[in-house]
């Protein structure tokens, strides 16, 4: 299952949102008003992972590898690849994608996840993207505050 959303934010540099995404206080930011526990979180290069325990009926793992980062003048991606899933998730992939264009931001998530039941997959989609849904309000707080 797919999603993809664009946040186009005015009157803020590439740098600092590319440097906010660097930081973990963007993480727990984005986090703080949901049943999300950061257990670990080392960054956004190749290698680097976070650990998260989502509630769901329960506190369940949910871990990811960061992959494929690149830092350029004007664009910024780097992949969350999912490496310990909860609910039967079978594979998840987060892309995220900064990339200034001319005047302003642009801020791209493209998620794609699979499930072992595809019932239960289309039952998850609005929880498992919910968390990102909220971010079109979210990074603008944060990085226009």
């Given at each position: ?7 186009k ?68 991606y ?24 001319n ?27 919910f ?15």
């Open positions: 299952m797919k999603y993809k959303q664009n946040v934010l005015k009157n803020v540099s590439f740098e600092k949102v590319s440097s906010g995404f660097h930081d973990i206080k963007l993480v727990k930011f984005l986090t703080q008003s949901q049943p999300v526990k950061i257990i670990k979180w080392s960054g956004i290069q190749n290698g680097n992972n976070a650990h998260f325990k989502l509630w769901f009926f329960g506190w369940k793992n949910f871990k990811v590898e960061h992959e494929a980062y690149q830092k350029k003048e004007d664009r910024l780097f992949i969350d690849r999912g490496v310990d899933l909860p609910l039967g998730i079978k594979s998840w992939k987060h892309q995220h994608i900064v990339e200034r264009d005047k302003k931001i642009v801020i791209k998530d493209i998620v794609n996840y699979s499930h072992s039941n595809r019932f239960v997959g289309y039952f998850l989609y609005p929880i498992l993207i968390p990102i849904v909220i971010r079109k309000i979210l990074y603008k707080v944060y990085f226009l505050k």
